[in-house]
């Protein structure tokens, strides 16, 4: 068993800044992706960001990227996403997930692939 926790969502002006952090109870595998996905109000959750291999492969949607950056701190069993120039559309609860594997391009975003799920962080921008 895995539990995650988030940290670090809050409310910023748009053109702002956040780093979330996601913590694992245990070492994730390397060869398995540790996700961000997003969940804002009436919409349904999308897959954001995911990284895999010590950070050597890192995923990112279209609309984050040149604005999002994914790291991964394996030591701390911690994966960051730092977000700059927040824009309103970026309002969600934004969950970890983890483990997934059968992790790549054309899957990462895939929530059935991920074994363990945090319970989120909030993140409101205002415009």
């Known amino acids: 068993q895995v539990q995650l926790v988030e940290s670090g969502g809050g409310s910023v002006q748009a053109g702002g800044f956040l780093n979330l952090s996601c913590v694992s109870s245990?070492?994730?595998?390397?060869?398995?992706?540790v996700a961000w996905f997003r969940q804002g109000p009436g919409k349904e959750r999308r897959g954001v960001a995911a990284?895999?291999?010590?950070?050597?492969?890192?995923y990112l949607t279209i609309s984050v990227k040149n604005r999002f950056t994914i790291s991964q701190d394996s030591a701390r069993n911690t994966v960051n996403l730092q977000m700059n120039s927040l824009q309103p559309d970026d309002s969600a609860m934004y969950v970890c997930a983890a483990e997934g594997f059968d992790c790549y391009s054309g899957s990462w975003y895939r929530d059935n692939i991920y074994s363990y799920w945090g319970q989120g962080t909030q993140v409101t921008v205002s415009s």
């Open positions: 245990r070492p994730i595998s390397p060869s398995a992706c």
């Open positions: 990284i895999s291999h010590g950070g050597r492969y890192t």
